[in-house]
């Protein structure tokens, strides 16, 4: 009995852990199309797992001396997922840009940071945000962070204005 209940936490355990394999594939759905010419273009994506993730977020951002607003937008993200791509291009990133915009992503601030531009859409439904997605355009490679959860407007705003301030 003493085995079959260590193989069980063994196969939970695993199981929780998967989404923390680093993947070479894209895991965002524009950047999945097997038709389109990524000319070079490495991806490199993973899932963060929320109930290894939250805690240390938590701590980083009271130790920062961040607002209750910040923190209390953490606790509403339900998954999030991240996406780097190198040898990205300016055509790349206007397709992307495209395609959000045919699939109802509303922009809601560019902010420009030490050289990056960091943009924020959100697909919105009545006063109810389920989606966020956060682009970080360098140089060197871009970012993408596809963030869902349960969020209004107004904690959106007060995410931007936070960052902004800063």
């Not at 355990?13 to 999945?32: A, D, G, H, R, W």
């Not at 963060?48 to 130790?63: C, D, G, N, T």
Request: proline residues 2%; glycine residues 4%.
């Amino acid at each position: 009995m003493k085995i079959l209940k260590t193989l069980f936490v063994a196969i939970c355990t695993i199981s929780l852990m998967q989404s923390c394999v680093v993947s070479k594939k894209p895991n965002m759905e524009f950047f999945s199309n097997a038709d389109y010419d990524y000319q070079g273009a490495r991806f490199i994506s993973f899932n963060v797992p929320l109930f290894l993730a939250k805690p240390y977020i938590k701590k980083a951002l009271k130790e920062d001396g961040e607002s209750e607003a910040v923190y209390d937008l953490v606790k509403k993200v339900s998954k999030i997922k991240i996406m780097t791509v190198e040898n990205g291009n300016k055509t790349l990133l206007n397709d992307y840009s495209n395609y959000l915009n045919s699939n109802n992503y509303q922009d809601w601030a560019t902010i420009k940071h030490d050289g990056n531009n960091i943009n924020i859409r959100v697909k919105q439904k009545g006063e109810s945000i389920k989606n966020m997605l956060i682009t970080v355009n360098s140089d060197k490679e871009l970012v993408f962070v596809d963030v869902k959860g349960s969020f209004t407007p107004d904690d959106i705003s007060r995410m931007i204005n936070n960052v902004s301030d800063k």
